[in-house]
């Protein structure tokens, strides 16, 4: 097995080079702000909290789907990456109709600590107020687009470990919406098979279970790895 | 504004309470108060937006209209939601409940006659704005404005030591309570008791007192009879939490007894206004005008047979011999009927967190979607509350009304600043005592649109003095 070594913060890091800067860092305990990360899942890149700096290259990079090489210089904690995180968490909550005094998930909301972690104790930017459907269809969960923030773990856990794909997404832009089969109501979709992996791989209060009222949440999303650890264990 | 677009506006399904008020007084050619006019002009909403939404998320989002009454209106909520599951809550979920609606009903009442209404019986309704408040209270009396603010913590303290917080809190669920009540707080809240019954009875003979000192006023403010509605448990005990509906005339006749609170269609109409986005409720039977009733404590101690508690009850028949067995009219005793109502809250929570089934962990029953429509009803501190929901089969929303209590006493409200106006100004010389007792003919009410400025024991308010012609000869404002 080769061994390589990087630096992030100022620290040398032993490390296999086929990790991701993300991977390395959670395993020697250098945090790092993630919200489309689902461990067990392919990731996407999608939600840009993780943007770390790599020295000599002008850009940040996402640290979920770009790979360690040896010595690299990696920088987690500097301004200009606390100044996007804080951005981009904005963002979050300016494009969708956020209120979590009413949320299912208040109090268990992983966008909600989000905010909390950057310190977010405003919106700098006007919202966006789009009208979105809540789809009621489904016999026992719901889906509130008003709550989504396309992380789309909820594709990628329906298509990679339920191996259903249930969920896609269309349009791009502030219309994007995660969709059912072809845009059905989710109650008509031939291809969900009701296994609630989405519910748990929703970091928001996006999809719940209809009977759950608010206090009352629990989502796991630990449980999509584990099931792809056991699925890998030879019996 | 054009009148077309008032219209417009109103037509909306609107909830409409907490805010700012205005009062318009219409004089004649002569100078006398032909008219009064209460205005609420606040746009709400709740009833548009949230349609669509799963009835479930109710029971949370409703309570956010109001941060004085949460409690009720989760409660009426979480009734509707139980009927739409076609479900029972469980024994111990539904003893939690009441505990922390009558915990809630402490804490409102505590402040409005502590906070609100106290300085005017302890200061003198004529004494300086600057101090007439619960800071020129704490000044003069700290012992009693200190137990009245305990008595309020005592309230809020129910829904922190059952559900982690005071006022909107989590926990109140279809089929009962998310959150059970530990051992530990039960006992901490029982600790709590001696202190409560003795702040109420304080209280009592604080009102007591100012009574019998200006028996006059109290007898001839805003005193003109109506209908009174209150809920009532089998026996007609007054009831909060989960009784059926009485109606009385004037006299005390019972119009209607042992009503399902799911019928409420049948007995209550409501009629807009051209000028206040609060709308008026009446008695379907005898119509519009005649049918004006009121509800909230003077109400459910007007329509109640009894009291369910040793010490209210004492009280209870004190207050009966006010009106010679006839319901009591005047609208300076809700006061008193509030404080009543106040003591038998404490000694009813004492029952309950003596009942051993509080602390059981059996605390909810579930159930899904079973029926289209469902209506939650219970009394809030300001009278009786009504939610009503529609769903489609999937329990999304189609329909949303909410029937609040300051609404059903809009008319009487009307009625009463007239009353009060009549007997307090004469011509455009307006004094600020006069201002203040049209604001306590309304507080006497202890309308929700008051919420915004209970901290400072006023409410934002405009008095205008229009002449005959429409021209605006005073106007006085507040807040």
């Known amino acids: ?235 | 504004m054009d009148n077309n677009e008032k219209r417009t506006i109103r037509i909306s399904p609107v909830t409409r309470i907490e805010g700012h008020a205005r009062i318009t007084i219409q004089l004649d050619e002569k100078g006398e108060v032909e008219n009064a006019q209460f205005h609420v002009n606040e746009f709400r909403g709740f009833e548009k937006f949230c349609e669509g939404r799963m009835y479930t998320e109710m029971p949370v989002i409703t309570p956010r209209i109001c941060g004085i009454c949460p409690i009720s209106h989760s409660i009426a909520s979480v009734k509707a939601c139980e009927m739409i599951q076609g479900l029972e809550p469980s024994y111990t979920g539904d003893l939690l409940r009441r505990l922390i609606h009558l915990g809630q009903n402490i804490s409102s009442h505590a402040l409005s006659f502590f906070h609100l209404s106290s300085p005017d019986f302890l200061l003198g309704y004529d004494s300086d704005p600057a101090l007439r408040n619960i800071i020129g209270v704490a000044q003069k009396f700290p012992d009693i404005a200190k137990r009245g603010i305990r008595l309020r913590q005592f309230g809020q303290e129910i829904s922190e030591r059952i559900t982690g917080k005071k006022i909107h809190i989590m926990g109140i669920a279809p089929g009962g309570m998310a959150f059970p009540l530990s051992e530990e707080n039960r006992q901490a809240l029982q600790v709590w008791i001696p202190e409560a019954k003795m702040t109420v009875q304080t209280g009592i003979s604080i009102i007591k007192k100012y009574m019998e000192e200006n028996k006059e006023m109290v007898e001839s403010f805003a005193n003109s009879p109506s209908l009174y509605m209150g809920m009532v448990g089998p026996d007609g005990e007054g009831e909060l939490y989960d009784g059926k509906l009485r109606f009385i005339d004037e006299e005390g006749n019972i119009l209607q007894d042992q009503l399902d609170p799911a019928r409420y269609l049948e007995f209550i109409a409501e009629r807009s206004v051209e000028w206040s986005f609060l709308k008026y409720p009446y008695y379907r039977p005898l119509g519009f005008e005649k049918g004006f009733y009121r509800v909230g404590p003077l109400a459910r101690l007007n329509v109640a047979s009894r009291m369910k508690t040793t010490l209210a009850q004492q009280e209870f028949l004190e207050f009966k011999k006010i009106g010679n067995g006839k319901p009591v009219h005047g609208t300076f005793y809700f006061h008193y009927a509030r404080l009543i109502e106040a003591l038998c809250n404490v000694e009813e929570a004492e029952q309950l967190l003596a009942n051993p089934a509080i602390t059981s962990n059996d605390i909810q029953t579930h159930g899904r979607w079973n029926h289209p429509e469902g209506i939650g009803c219970c009394e809030a501190p300001r009278g009786t509350l009504f939610h009503h929901y529609k769903t489609d089969p999937s329990g999304k929303l189609i329909s949303v009304n909410l029937l609040i209590a300051t609404g059903q006493n809009n008319p009487s409200m009307n009625r009463s600043i007239t009353e009060v106006a009549r007997q307090y100004v004469k011509g455009s010389d307006v004094k600020e005592g006069m201002l203040n007792r049209v604001e306590s003919a309304i507080r006497c009410y202890d309308p929700c649109l008051s919420c915004s400025t209970h901290a400072m024991g006023q409410m934002p308010m405009q008095v205008e003095v229009v002449d005959a012609e429409g021209k605006i000869l005073y106007q006085v404002e507040r807040g």
Request: charged letters at 25%; one cysteine or more.
């Open chain 1, 1 to 235: 097995m080769t061994t390589i070594t990087i630096q992030v913060n100022g620290k040398q890091l032993a490390t296999e080079p086929d990790k991701t800067i993300l991977e390395v860092c959670r395993a020697n305990d250098i945090e790092i702000l993630t919200m489309c990360h689902l461990k067990g899942v392919m990731d996407v890149g999608a939600c840009r909290l993780c943007l770390v700096e790599i020295e000599g290259i002008n850009k940040l990079l996402s640290a979920c789907t770009t790979k360690v090489a040896a010595n690299m210089v990696i920088r987690t904690d500097t301004e200009r990456i606390k100044k996007y995180q804080r951005i981009t968490t904005e963002l979050f909550f300016a494009e969708r109709n956020h209120v979590c005094s009413v949320c299912v998930a208040n109090g268990k909301c992983e966008l909600q600590q989000l905010g909390y972690k950057v310190g977010m104790d405003h919106i700098r930017y006007p919202f966006l107020y789009p009208k979105c459907e809540l789809d009621s269809s489904h016999a026992w969960y719901v889906i509130d687009h008003n709550r989504c923030i396309m992380c789309t773990r909820c594709v990628r856990v329906c298509n990679e470990v339920e191996g259903a794909h249930n969920w896609d997404v269309m349009n791009r832009g502030t219309q994007v919406r995660v969709i059912s089969d072809f845009n059905s109501p989710w109650g008509e979709s031939v291809t969900c098979t009701s296994c609630g992996k989405c519910v748990h791989a929703c970091p928001t209060g996006a999809i719940w279970p209809k009977a759950i009222v608010q206090g009352q949440l629990e989502k796991k999303p630990g449980i999509i790895n584990e099931l792809v650890e056991k699925r890998k264990m030879k019996l």
